[in-house]
Structure formats: structure tokens, C-alpha cells
């Protein structure tokens, strides 16, 4: 079994600030099947990147995502308010498909 | 535009089985697989197991193996999922979600989560 392992436990950022999670995991991912989501309070996770840097439908270019291997991050440019959320990494090319711990990410 | 649409909110005792459903709306049951993942109050996201509707395939998590039970009905379009011997530690918001099987895929729709709540 892949374990992932998300950096930091909690990221608290200003509006229009840079964000940057970080996702490691155990063993390499085969073929960049890395995926993140977005999870809000009391709401089922939002895909927001696959393919570790693929952005879903609809997902705004300040969301990106790069990495390969072990080491994956998930950026996003220009915080907003409505980007306060819990975000998961998980890879899906093995079973089972493991989680990270998530990041929560709070707007000042 | 594709929906799963899940099933209402559980009270079960210690011991007992909840069986929760998941009905998917367009193509889904054709194209995709249909994976469960719950999450307890507080906590991460945790990968339970999965099936092909098509070919009836179905994938466990070795912690659930033996007390998990995923089927399809594709003439309805739902997917349940059956969980016995219910513990406390088994309250939880149970979502479906669903990955195309193409190839590895992530999962890009989900249900909106089924709390079952494990109590004496």
C-alpha cells in the first residue's frame, strides 16, 4: 500500500497570497496517477487536478499541480476566500487508492 | 450532466449491517466504476473498495475484506454497498463516487454522502 503523506497540517494565508502543498509518497506513483481534492465543510471532495498537474472541468488556472515519482505539490495563486478548505492528495494507479491526511488551507 | 444520488441517513446498533445506495444518472453505469470511500467525524478520507458495473469485478480494501459486500444493479443504475458487524467506530459519512475505467482514472463525480451512525 502507497502512504501519502501531506505537508503542512494547516497552511493560514492572506488573500492574493501563493499556496503550496506538498504530498509524498512511500513509493513512486506509476505514471503521475496523482490526483488532488477540494473539500469544504459538509460538502463530498471536489477533483481539482489528475494526472498530478491535469486541471479538471471548470477548475480556475490558479489552481496547478506539478511533481513526479514521490514528490507532488498542488499551488494555488491568488488565494481567494472561497479556496478555505481541507485538500487531499491520492494516487489512483495501485490498489488500494490511498489518501493523504489532508491540508487545511484558512484565509486570514 | 451525471448525479449520484445517495441514500438517507442511518441509526444502526453495534452488530447490526447498513447497506447504503448509490444511483447514477447518465452513461455511469456503462463507462465507469463506482467507488466507496468514507470519512469519519474529523477525520481523512479513507478508500473502501470499488466495482465494474460492467463485468460485475469488484476491488476491497484489506481492512473491510470479509465484512464488505459492493454490488451493482445495472438495471437500476445502483450501486450499494453493505457493511456488517458494525462497530462504533464505523459512524461515518459514506460517499459513492466514480472513475471511468478507460484506464486509471480518478474519481471526478461524487455523491454527496450517506452518514451512518453506529450507536447502542
Known amino acids: 500500500e502507497i502512504v501519502l503523506t501531506q505537508s503542512p497540517g494547516t497552511l493560514s494565508l492572506s488573500p492574493g497570497e501563493r499556496a503550496t502543498l506538498s504530498c509524498r509518497a512511500s513509493?513512486?506513483?506509476?505514471?503521475?496517477?496523482l490526483a488532488w481534492y477540494q473539500q469544504k465543510p459538509g460538502q463530498a471532495p471536489r477533483l481539482l487536478i489528475y494526472g498530478a498537474s491535469s486541471r479538471a472541468a471548470g477548475i480556475p488556472d490558479r489552481f496547478s499541480g506539478r511533481g513526479s515519482g514521490t514528490d507532488f505539490t498542488l499551488s494555488i495563486r491568488r488565494l481567494e476566500p472561497e479556496d478555505s478548505a481541507v485538500y487531499y492528495c491520492q494516487q489512483y494507479g495501485s490498489s488500494p487508492h490511498t489518501f493523504g491526511q489532508g491540508t487545511k488551507v484558512e484565509i486570514k | 450532466q451525471v448525479h449520484l444520488v445517495q441514500s438517507k441517513a442511518e441509526v444502526k446498533k453495534p452488530g447490526s449491517s447498513v447497506k447504503v445506495s448509490c444511483k447514477a444518472s447518465g452513461d455511469t453505469f456503462n463507462n465507469c466504476g463506482i467507488i466507496w470511500v468514507r470519512q469519519a467525524p474529523g477525520q481523512g478520507l479513507e478508500w473502501m473498495g470499488g466495482i465494474i458495473p460492467i463485468f460485475g469485478s469488484t476491488n476491497y480494501a484489506q481492512k473491510f475484506q470479509g465484512r464488505v459486500t459492493i454490488t451493482a444493479d445495472r438495471s437500476t443504475t445502483t450501486a450499494y454497498m453493505d457493511l456488517r458487524s458494525l462497530r462504533s467506530d464505523d459512524t461515518a459519512v459514506y460517499y459513492c463516487a466514480r472513475a471511468r475505467i478507460a484506464e486509471a482514472s480518478p474519481y471526478d463525480y461524487w455523491g454527496p454522502g450517506t452518514l451512518v451512525t453506529v450507536s447502542s
Open positions: 513509493q513512486s506513483v506509476s505514471s503521475s496517477y
